[in-house]
Each structure stands twice: as structure tokens, then as C-alpha cells.
């Protein structure tokens, strides 16, 4: 385990428990660094969010949020999305587009599309599509599915809907009738047969199409994702198969319908060199393209556009090497100095960002239900070792006694080994259940006074540094890793994680966390850290008040990525949106799936379930073990239980 910095400063507190501030909360928890001026720390010690960003002084405290969703009877876990911070991303991206467009001199415009599989939530749609036309913000979709949804969303004609994805005829149909309808509907070519198919279905149609292809660049990016970019990409032309389309276009005479040139490097693309040589790559096509005669007119460069989501501002995978306006001002600085070298006018340039617009207005919340850890094993030890103990014990309290820095290791090997023997003859029938659990009494506290003590020393061993993630509580969450943070699970991707609340209280706890479903996979055990990772989090111990985490940045991808492990449904889901004044407006509530909506998702049907229970609790009333009024007492239960959250609730 890396010790980083926040580990050192919660040694260097430790002495000053009494002075833990809101403000050392803020650092230890990096809530600066990775928050985007959206969320910080009140001096009250709860977290607060800032709808309008730091530059408005106006913010709103989450347990505030939390007490007003109570009171609507809404329980956790919820996932409590911010509206106003949608609307701010959208704003921002455009801003930063526009004045790097405007300080660099770029003839051409920005047009942004949103990647309908980042979020497909039809709220989420629809606040992007209306909110977004004040700047002509569009959709970019994969499926048929997917180009439906948005054209039922889409008002604005300005807006560019980008279908991306592998087209058959009826996909193409539906996209021509948008063209109809007098949407920018652009057809990106992602296999070369799709080519034959548009021009077929366009003349028996009669409408013009507008063309793209997506290529194949050589570029490739780090990160998660990186498979999707590159020569070796599933998805794309390569340049001979793109020349292709250029002489089969001209034999029809519709050179003028080629309008675009897409690629797309992958997700989450942390190094801003790659982004840079890739859109160099694309333009120099792009330039090569219009003069074999193509109309053109819109560059896409897919999405990339990566989250900080540890504050770390490195290329790290879950972090970015660059800002916002740093990926604008690259982007239009490459775009237009190749073009420019060859005279080849600026195009609009799209962007098909979908994380970085989404993922900071979700924060997923829930209560904590219960700890275990030091517990398990206390540690108020006898003061000397009964002579009839087994040898093996007594040595091994010797070695406790015995502690000190200098010979830590040394104690540290000691119990391994004695531990290992008391295991091996409690097996073997010479240890009694009762002298095997004092040995390993003996041994926790020895590893809780070795954890301790090698925080002194200057240089700790990598196998003294593990201890802090054995020794570290466990924190039961309200929620399941699989519905609600899969990403967490299946690409261990790192979330930021924190208590909403009791701030000013030092966090004494080391933990790491566990989700309900008790699958040992359903746990959270990577936390961000500027330095690297963290295998454990610092957390307050119950004081019998309910205790609030959240985990930030959920807004892309986990929505619908999620799934049903044991049973476990969506998450109530509440957005909110803060008015100028402070109010907070509940604006919709969607509550979560009841325990009948997942057992009807995997075939059970609810009402042949109640019938079959009435059975059952009939035969029970029939051979004298319940009475028909209990019985009565026992369906009503199951009714109620079908109807409620599958989640645990007070
Ligand atoms: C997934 C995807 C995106 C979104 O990428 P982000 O990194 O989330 O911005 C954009 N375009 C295409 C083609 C995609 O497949």
C-alpha cells in the first residue's frame, strides 16, 4: 500500500484530534481537487454544492438535501441528481469552445453532441436537449433504439443528431425521415457495406443523406479504454477503404452529401498528447478529403474528454493531464494550423463529450448500517497467561509483551508463525476452540500495536504497510456496487468517496466498504489519492445517528450498466434544482424498483407468487401449525414486502 500524503497528515493530526477542522476534512478528502468548484466543505463540517460553480457564492448543504427527502418519505439509497450543474457543463464546454474559437480566430463553429449511452435516462435527454439548444447542442446515438429516443427529444434543427453504430435498413429509414423531418442527421459509416445500403434507401426515398465515415486513425490513446482507438479499433475505415467511398460517391454525383469525418480514441482519455496527435492525424484527412472534392463542412472527434475523478490532474487513468480550455485551445489550434497550411476552410468541429457533461451532476447517497472490525477480536487482554495454556500461546503473548520498534519485525514474523501453529493444531484436536480464540485475540492486538508503531518508523516495509488494510473496518453500506457503481466493480474504476457530513469530527476510522449484497466482489476497497490509490478510507465512527456517504461523480455510465445481483433494483432517484434565492425544488421524485418489479424482471409474475404463498399458508393452517388469522397476518406481510424497496429500510 502507498502511503500518501493524506496518510501523513492524519499521523501529524492524530496528536491534534481536538483541532480537526472542516478545513482538514476538505484536504484529507480532496474535495477541491477533484469537485470543479461544484462541491466543497461547509465550515459546519457538512458537505455543500455549489449549483452555479464557485464562482457563484450561492450553495446548498447535502444533508440539508437529505433531511428534505426524508421528509418526503424518500428512503436512501437515493441518487440525488443537481439539474443546475447539468445546465453548467453544457455551458462551460461551449464557453470554453467559443473562446478558444474566438481568441484563436477560427472561422468555423462548435457543435456538441451528447452520447445517448453515457446517460440514457429520458430526463437526462431531455434537459440536454432543451437546455442545450441555446448553443445548438446535439445527440450522438448507436442504435435504433437510441435514434428514436432522440428524435422524440430534439427540437432544435440546428443541432447535429450523429448516428453512430453498425445501420441495417430500417436504422437507416428511421435517420432519412429524420432528414425529412429537417433534422441534421448525419450517417457515419462504421463498416464500408453500410455505404451501398444509404445510397439504395435515399434514392428509393428521394432524400439527400448527409454522409460521414468514421476512420481508423493510427493514434492511439493510454487509459481504460484505448482498445477503441487505434489501427487495430473494431469500429471504422481505414483510408483505402474511405477513398472508396470517395469514388463510389463521386460515380453517383453525391460528393456533396460526404459532410463529415469522425473518429472517436476511446474513453477517458488522460493524456492530453494523445488527443493532440490524434485530431492532427484526423484533420490531415479531414484537409485530404476536401480536396478529392467532398463537401465536408464537420469535423468530429469523438469523446475522450476525460473526468479528474481523483484531483491527482495527472495522466493517471482516472484522472486528466489538461483542463477544459486546455482541450478546446489544443483542439482549434491543430485543427486550424493544418488547414490553414493547406487552404482549406475551418470546419464546424463536434465533440461527442458524454462524461465530462454528465458525470458531475450524480452523487449517489446512503446511510451506513452497521461496522465490523476491531470488534471482532477485543482486545482486553489478561495481564499474564494461565501456566496450563499451550506453549505455543503463551509464546505468542510473549511476543505481545514484548513489543517494541526496534524488534517489530521480528514480533510481526513471531505471530505469523505462531498463530499458523495454534491453527494448525486447533485442526489436529490439541487446541480447544476456547485456546484458539484467545491466540487469536493475542495475535489481533499484536497486529493493532504493530500497526501503530510502524507509523514511527522512517522507512515502512511494504508487509507492515499492509496491515492497515486488515486491520481496517469494515463500513456496511446501504447500496449494491452492481446497481449502482458497476464501473467500480468491473474496471475498478476509482469514484470519489466521502461522509456527507460530521466533518469538523477527525475521521478515525480506517475502512474500507462493503455493499449489502455481502458478495465478496460488493465492496469498495480503492480510494482516490492524489499519490496513487488507497487501499482504505478514513471514516467516523458511529455515534448512533444515522451516518451519510456519498460517491461523487456517478453521472456517466452507471446507470444502465448496473444490474440486479441479488435482487437489488434501481435506487430511488431524486433531482433537485437550486433556485437563485436558495430554494431547493424537488422536481422529481422517481422512486426505485419494489422487490415485485425485480421478480417480474427474471420471470416470476407477483400475483401467481401471492397464490402460490396463499397455498403454502393454507397447508400450514390445515395441519395445526398457524390459525386462519395468522394466516391472514402472514400474506399481509409478503403483499407488503413485494411492494417495498428492495433496499434496507428502517
Ligand atoms: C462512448 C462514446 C462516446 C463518449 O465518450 P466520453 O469519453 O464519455 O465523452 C463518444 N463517441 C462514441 C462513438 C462513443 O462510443
Not at 450498466?561 to 437550486?578: A, E, F, K, P, Y
Amino acid at each position: 500500500m502507498k502511503r500518501g500524503i493524506y496518510e501523513d497528515q492524519r499521523l501529524a493530526r492524530k496528536h491534534t484530534l481536538q483541532r480537526w477542522s472542516a478545513e482538514d476534512s476538505a484536504e484529507l478528502y480532496g474535495i477541491r481537487n477533484w469537485g470543479a468548484g461544484y462541491f466543497d466543505v461547509s465550515a459546519e463540517g457538512d458537505v455543500v454544492v455549489y449549483p452555479f460553480g464557485r464562482s457563484h457564492k450561492l450553495n446548498v448543504s447535502v444533508p440539508d438535501i437529505i433531511r428534505g427527502m426524508k421528509e418526503r418519505g424518500l428512503d436512501m439509497p437515493v441518487l440525488l441528481r443537481i439539474e443546475n450543474i447539468l445546465e453548467s457543463r453544457i455551458s462551460l464546454l461551449h464557453k470554453s469552445f467559443r473562446n478558444a474559437i474566438e481568441s484563436l480566430g477560427y472561422q468555423g463553429g462548435y457543435r456538441g453532441v451528447f452520447p445517448i449511452k453515457v446517460n440514457q435516462q429520458q430526463q437526462v435527454i431531455e434537459k440536454i436537449a432543451t437546455y442545450g439548444s441555446m448553443y445548438h447542442h446535439g445527440l450522438e446515438v448507436g442504435s435504433k433504439a437510441e435514434l428514436i429516443a432522440a428524435i422524440s427529444q430534439a427540437q432544435d434543427k440546428e443541432a447535429c443528431i450523429v448516428c453512430n453504430g453498425y445501420k441495417d435498413e430500417e436504422f437507416i429509414d428511421l435517420g432519412l425521415h429524420a432528414v425529412r423531418m429537417g433534422f441534421k442527421c448525419f450517417f457515419v459509416l462504421e463498416m464500408p457495406r453500410e455505404l451501398e445500403l444509404i445510397l439504395r434507401r435515399s434514392q428509393q426515398m428521394g432524400v439527400r443523406p448527409l454522409i460521414g465515415t468514421r476512420v481508423k486513425l493510427a493514434s492511439k490513446a493510454g487509459g481504460h479504454w484505448s482498445d477503441s482507438g487505434g489501427e487495430l479499433s473494431t469500429f471504422g475505415l481505414t483510408t483505402a477503404q474511405i477513398m472508396d467511398v470517395v469514388d463510389r460517391l463521386q460515380k453517383e454525383d453525391m460528393l456533396d452529401c460526404f459532410r463529415l469525418l469522425h473518429y472517436h480514441l476511446g474513453s477517458q482519455v488522460p493524456n492530453i498528447r494523445d488527443i493532440r496527435s490524434a485530431v492532427m492525424e484526423a484533420t490531415r484527412v479531414y484537409a485530404g478529403l476536401v480536396s478529392e472534392g467532398a463537401a465536408m463542412g464537420y469535423l468530429d472527434l469523438g469523446g475522450g474528454l476525460a473526468v479528474d475523478y481523483d484531483g491527482s490532474h495527472t495522466n493517471f487513468v482516472s484522472s486528466r493531464n489538461y483542463t477544459q480550455d486546455e482541450y478546446c485551445t489544443d483542439i482549434v489550434e491543430a485543427v486550424m494550423s493544418i488547414l490553414d497550411e493547406t487552404g482549406v476552410p475551418h470546419p464546424h468541429i463536434i465533440t461527442e463529450s458524454g462524461r465530462a457533461t454528465v458525470a458531475y451532476y450524480s452523487m449517489l447517497l446512503f446511510n451506513i448500517l452497521d461496522v465490523s472490525g476491531a470488534e471482532a477480536f477485543p482486545d482486553n487482554l489478561p495481564d499474564t497467561l494461565d501456566e496450563s495454556e499451550p506453549e505455543m500461546i503463551r509464546n505468542l503473548f510473549e511476543a505481545f509483551r514484548g513489543l517494541t520498534l526496534r524488534n517489530l519485525q521480528e514480533c510481526y514474523n513471531d505471530a505469523l508463525y505462531y498463530r499458523d501453529e495454534i491453527r494448525r493444531n486447533f485442526l489436529d484436536g490439541r487446541v480447544t476452540l476456547r485456546q484458539r480464540t484467545l491466540g487469536e485475540r493475542i495475535f489481533w492486538a499484536l497486529m493493532r500495536r504493530v500497526a501503530e508503531e510502524k507509523d514511527k518508523l522512517r522507512h515502512v516495509p511494504k508487509e507492515l504497510a499492509e496491515i492497515d488494510r486488515v486491520l481496517a473496518d469494515v463500513y456496511y453500506g446501504n447500496f449494491s456496487v452492481f446497481q449502482s457503481l458497476p464501473d467500480s466493480w468491473a474496471i475498478e474504476q476509482l469514484f470519489p468517496v466521502m461522509p456527507v457530513h460530521r466533518l469538523r469530527e477527525f475521521p478515525d476510522r480506517p475502512a474500507i466498504l462493503s455493499d449489502i449484497t455481502c458478495d465478496s466482489d460488493g465492496r469498495i476497497d480503492r480510494f482516490i489519492d492524489p499519490q496513487g490509490v488507497r487501499n482504505t478510507i478514513d471514516l467516523h465512527s458511529l455515534n448512533g445517528e444515522e451516518y451519510y456517504l456519498g460517491v461523487f461523480l456517478v453521472g456517466a455510465y452507471q446507470e444502465t450498466l448496473g444490474d440486479l445481483h441479488n435482487l437489488l433494483g434501481d435506487t430511488n432517484v431524486v433531482s433537485i434544482r437550486v433556485e437563485e434565492d436558495g430554494s431547493i425544488e424537488y422536481r422529481r421524485e422517481l422512486l426505485g424498483d419494489s422487490v415485485a418489479d425485480v421478480l417480474s424482471s427474471v420471470e416470476y409474475d407477483p400475483r401467481r407468487i401471492m397464490e402460490q404463498l396463499r397455498d403454502t399458508a393454507e397447508q400450514a393452517v390445515r395441519e395445526g401449525r398457524i390459525t386462519p388469522s395468522e394466516r391472514y397476518g402472514i400474506l399481509q406481510a409478503y403483499e407488503n414486502g413485494l411492494r417495498g424497496y428492495t433496499y434496507f429500510e428502517r
